[in-house]
């Protein structure tokens, strides 16, 4: 009865879903996340050195500033080509400091 009991938790610890010490792979739009959350309190210096030039420039109604990349694709289907546009947008507070990101497509 022993060998039973503990090929029944053997297995159930073993093989079930969750184990001790298993951490699942971040699916891409956390990796993502992750990766934006690291310019959070950095100088937008920074951003800009790493980045290039953005594309545009704008007010964030606060006294800071939008710092706006774009980049667009296109999806041929049916000979005609559809246009896409991502954009990461990096809001810069007066002192330079980024504060918050955001990405999408339009």
Known sequence: MRIIL???IFFIIGCGPYR?????KPNRQTRIEMEMDTWLNKHKSEALSE???????VSDGLG???LVWERTTYSTIS???????GYVE???NSSGIIYKWRRGRR
Do not use: N
Not at 20 to 24: E, H, L, N, Q
Not at 51 to 57: I, K
């Open 51 to 57: 980045w290039g030039a953005p594309q545009r420039v």
């Open 20 to 24: 001790i010490g298993f951490s699942p």
């Open 79 to 85: 000979s005609f080509a559809y246009p896409s546009t």
């Open 90 to 92: 990096l809001f810069v």
């Open 64 to 66: 800071g500033e939008i």
């Open 6 to 8: 503990f090929f029944a």
